[in-house]
């Protein structure tokens, strides 16, 4: 019996998925990121320092966690390199310990001008992080990209750079006009050689051999290419079963998949968001969750648990059970509420989460009242330690979201949470 376990996000991303493959890693003799690239900003607190992570899965403080980056992942080679040296003083991170798909792609200076450029002179933009993901991802699509194994090659690499070249002026205007960046991006080249490996074969290996092995997810299920509130989505498959492609594993390798939430719901960026709270209620939660992104420092839109957006997510991963975050910042809210349906102005009330963003973000909230909590929620024990208003409301989101519920964060730090089941 394998033991690989998926951990993904189901909101909108930034749902502290950290904290809870942090916990995992433990447990876990191989942690792998499969999808995304520097967009991603995994905040952990270590003894009271706050450390984020963009591309290193968020094991690396475990130093016996050895870890994979996968064949659908987007690389930025220079930042990768910075983040490695960035931890140094916490953590050694050598090509025995990190592995780097060949198969997976590179973002380069191109990618993140072009990003720039169409969020700049978009209609309706994105929002994206600007870090070049769907434009990396866009030419691995055509087939045009330039994957880890080629870059690391001298030889490959310059082939790639007359191809690419002739085929557009555009991109070799840019190499042209920006010499000392594509310098930077071609000299960060030998120091990731060594780590650029077979990945993916050497983890089915691992698992062959019985090892424990933890998939971690970036951004959220809403934010997937396919089932997310395209198109305001990132350019990735963020759900469970992106995990499996992008790694190479069959479905029936994986033995628990598991989910992370908060107890609100938070978006960055643009594109519809239901249960989203423009009022003071919103901003107070926004100020006290300190929520900000960890990649761009941009505001968090916040708004209440959004049990339609969550059943969806346990259908769309398939969740065994889901951990529950940020409970602690709904401490002291008089009332707190819950969004139970979508009434849409001519379908009707929706109980099902809708394809179509223009529907999506026509709908309003169908909302639930819970009585809220005065007094602080503890660092540890169980849900039965915790104030009755509270054991209700997480009682109500496990039932309206129809998914058992592990435990609850109620602080920062790694070991502040409570079980509940
Ligand atoms: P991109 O991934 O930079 O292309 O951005 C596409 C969308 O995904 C934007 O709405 C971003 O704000 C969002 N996004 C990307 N990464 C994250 C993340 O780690 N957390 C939350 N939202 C993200």
């Known amino acids: 019996m394998s033991q690989v376990v998926i951990l993904v996000g189901?909101?909108?991303g930034d749902e502290g998925k950290g904290k809870w493959v942090d916990c995992?890693?433990?447990?876990?003799?191989?942690?792998?990121?499969?999808?995304?690239?520097d967009?991603?900003?995994?905040?952990?607190?270590?003894?009271?320092?706050?450390?984020?992570?963009?591309?290193?899965p968020s094991a690396v403080f475990h130093p016996h966690t050895k870890l994979l980056v996968g064949a659908n992942v987007v690389v930025n080679p220079l930042k990768l390199l910075d983040e490695i040296r960035g931890i140094s003083s916490y953590a050694d991170v050598g090509p025995e310990r990190l592995w780097l798909s060949q198969r997976a792609h590179v973002i380069s200076p191109w990618h993140i001008h072009c990003d720039e450029q169409r969020e700049?002179?978009?209609?309706?933009?994105?929002?994206?992080?600007?870090?070049?993901?769907?434009?990396?991802?866009?030419?691995?699509?055509?087939?045009?990209?330039?994957?880890?194994?080629?870059?690391?090659?001298d030889g490959q690499r310059a082939l790639w750079f007359e191809r690419r070249s002739a085929e557009s002026s555009d991109f070799l205007l840019h190499t042209q006009n920006h010499k000392e960046a594509w310098a930077l991006f071609v000299s960060a080249a030998a120091e990731l050689r060594p780590f650029v490996q077979p990945a993916e074969n050497q983890l089915r290996k691992e698992i062959a051999s019985g090892k424990r092995v933890l998939l971690e997810g970036a951004q959220g299920t809403l934010l997937d290419i396919c089932h997310g509130t395209y198109p305001y989505v990132t350019s990735s498959s963020t759900i469970a079963g992106g995990a499996l492609a992008s790694l190479g594993l069959g479905p029936k390798s994986v033995s628990q998949v598991l989910g992370v939430a908060k107890a609100y719901t938070t978006r960055v960026g643009e594109g519809p968001f239901p249960s989203e709270l423009k009022d003071d209620v919103g901003k107070r939660i926004a100020e006290k969750g300190q929520e900000r992104g960890a990649t761009t420092g941009r505001p968090r839109r916040c708004g209440w648990f959004d049990a339609v957006a969550m059943r969806y997510a346990v259908a769309v991963n398939g969740f065994d059970a889901i951990y529950v975050n940020k409970m602690d910042i709904l401490t002291g809210f008089d009332q707190i509420q819950i969004v139970t349906a979508y009434q849409h102005p001519s379908l009707g009330v929706l109980d099902?989460?809708?394809?179509?963003?223009?529907?999506?973000a026509a709908c309003k909230p169908v909302l639930k009242s819970f009585s809220g909590w005065q007094k602080e929620l503890p660092k540890s024990g169980s849900l039965a330690d915790c104030p009755r208003e509270a054991k209700i409301y997480v009682e109500?989101?496990?039932?309206?979201?129809?998914?058992?519920?592990?435990?609850?964060?109620?602080?920062?730090?790694?070991?502040?949470f409570v079980q509940v089941t």
């Not at 995992?24 to 690239?37: H, I, N, P, T």
């Not at 995994?42 to 963009?54: A, D, E, Q, S």
Request: glycine share 12%.
């Open 396 to 416: 109500a989101m496990s039932e309206l979201a129809g998914v058992r519920i592990l435990a609850i964060g109620t602080g920062p730090e790694r070991d502040d």
């Open 10 to 12: 189901a909101q909108w």
């Open 39 to 56: 967009n991603a900003g995994h905040t952990i607190y270590l003894n009271g320092k706050k450390l984020v992570l963009h591309q290193l």
């Open 120 to 153: 700049a002179r978009a209609k309706k933009p994105i929002g994206t992080t600007k870090r070049g993901i769907g434009p990396s991802y866009e030419e691995k699509m055509a087939r045009s990209g330039l994957t880890l194994s080629q870059y690391v090659d």
């Open 352 to 360: 099902e989460f809708p394809a179509d963003a223009e529907i999506l």
């Open 24 to 37: 995992l890693s433990e447990q876990s003799d191989l942690v792998c990121r499969f999808q995304g690239g």
